[in-house]
């Protein structure tokens, strides 16, 4: 290839030790001289072998040796900082090929043999191999290049969120592990996970929990029923971690319902904060989750209705249900004021200011995340590709393909540094510029409750 751009260099290479197996594909991370004393760092290597590894296909990643060097200077070569190589190269090529200076992305894969002469697979075997990568070098191609990263704000942690967070925290600083928390605190695995390792232990209900421990409730709000438990058995420490946000929305429904009022709640059967606000009056509140669920009410028009919502809902396709339902009841009566809370509104506009500029919008946040998953429903339909991801773990170059100018947001339960990682993990396609679009301040906060204070 003579012009600049991505080239990709596709061949065998020579095994150096057992860390790999013969037959897998070799996605080089750099490449390395002799002695490892300089090296040339590969873009979207890392991207590329997970892209390789959905397609099903065998692979490593590492550095790779460049024995001979016929003249050429190599990609960018750069001493290593400190000397010696970290990592030892995982495969050698045979000598001969040498890159060109620093022409553009460079992908380097290779077929792994346990000896010099292709070994144990025969030419054919490493050709269809090889061959199978070409979607995944396709993709990588289309990826790499310099991109412009649009940040979302505010977007992650809300104030309900990271109170939920210090709880937990505070309860194991001051009762030590382990602490007990009913579901998750909030729906993130990572978060989760850090809680976990510091002492925490999740439980699906509070019958799992010891007598004398310290039980945490989940941020998302339960059913009266499941705080009586704790209270009849009375050995445990109880904490709510209720957002008072959602709290609001509880009691709501019960003024509402010792009004005589008729409730409709507006949001999604399986969310546990939707659980917990119907339990609060049993057999008293409709659910309405779209539109077309509006048909099956069957409320008296001489009675007054009221309509709740969960917090965590898109605030279009909400406004768009109340229309439906005041069509169909012209008197009903939202509460006093929206909610859908500050911080999911706050994302949404966000996402809406952002998307419409944007070849892509990328969502941080777990694939339980209410809140999360709205916001890339807003994105799509104001037209926008939009994709949601876990960490940047998951991220696709598929999602990337021509795509120079890439939103990012995250939910209101995704730690900010999942966005960082992401990020750097975009870094490595090309050169990044990295803006950030805030639509406002946030700055509420929520008091701790008085065992954790
Ligand atoms: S998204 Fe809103 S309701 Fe949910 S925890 Fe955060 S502040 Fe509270």
Redesign the pocket.
């Known amino acids: 290839v003579t012009t600049p751009g991505p080239r990709a260099s596709v061949g065998t290479a020579l095994l150096l030790d057992g860390r790999a197996p013969a037959g897998n594909l070799l996605v080089a991370t750099e490449l390395v001289t002799e002695g490892g004393a300089r090296s040339a760092p590969l873009r979207g290597a890392d991207l590329l072998a997970r892209d390789l590894c959905r397609a099903g296909l065998p692979v490593s990643t590492g550095p790779l040796l460049l024995r001979a060097a016929p003249g050429a200077d190599g990609p960018a070569w750069a001493p290593r900082s400190g000397g010696g190589r970290a990592q030892p190269a995982l495969a050698a090529d045979g000598p001969g090929w040498f890159p060109p200076g620093d022409e553009g992305p460079l992908a380097v894969l290779r077929a792994l043999t346990a000896d010099a002469h292709g070994g144990e697979k025969g030419n054919d075997e490493v050709a269809q191999l090889l061959g199978r990568a070409g979607p995944s070098l396709e993709r990588w191609r289309d990826a790499v290049g310099p991109h412009e990263v649009r940040l979302a704000a505010p977007r992650s942690f809300?104030?309900?969120?990271e109170r939920?967070i210090n709880i937990v925290e505070r309860a194991l600083e001051r009762f030590g592990p382990p602490v007990y928390v009913r579901r998750q605190i909030?729906h993130n695995a990572h978060v989760v996970a850090s809680l976990e390792r510091r002492g925490a232990v999740f439980v699906q209900e509070l019958d799992e929990v010891p007598d004398g421990a310290t039980a945490i409730l989940a941020?998302h709000g339960v059913s009266p029923a499941v705080r009586d438990e704790a209270l009849e058995r009375g050995t445990l420490t109880l904490i709510d971690a209720t957002?008072p946000?959602?709290a609001k929305v509880h009691l709501q429904a019960r003024r509402y319902a010792g009004l005589g009022h008729q409730l409709v709640l507006i949001g999604h059967r399986e969310h546990e904060e939707v659980v917990g606000t119907m339990a609060e009056v049993p057999g008293r509140i409709d659910l309405v989750e779209r539109t077309e669920d509006i048909g099956d009410l069957a409320l008296d028009q001489s009675a007054p209705i009221t309509y709740l919502t969960q917090?965590?809902l898109a605030t279009d396709e909400t406004a768009d249900i109340v229309d439906a339902l005041r069509a169909r009841y012209p008197h009903v009566e939202g509460p006093p004021a929206s909610d859908i809370?500050?911080?999911?509104q706050n994302r949404q506009d966000a996402v809406r200011a952002l998307a419409p500029d944007c070849d892509v919008l990328l969502v941080v946040g777990s694939t339980n995340s209410s809140?999360a998953a709205r916001l890339r429903e807003v994105a799509r339909r104001l037209g926008c590709r939009a994709e949601q991801l876990e960490d940047a773990g998951e991220l696709e170059l598929a999602w990337l393909a021509r795509s120079p100018v890439i939103g990012v947001t995250a939910g209101?339960s995704t730690p900010e540094l999942l966005v960082e990682e992401l990020i750097d993990s975009l870094r490595t396609l090309g050169p990044l510029e990295v803006t950030e679009h805030s639509v406002t301040e946030e700055r509420t906060r929520f008091p701790l409750p008085p065992q954790v204070r």
Do not use: I
């Open positions: 809300c104030a309900g969120v939920a909030v941020a957002c946000l959602v917090t965590t809370c500050y911080a999911t809140n209101a």
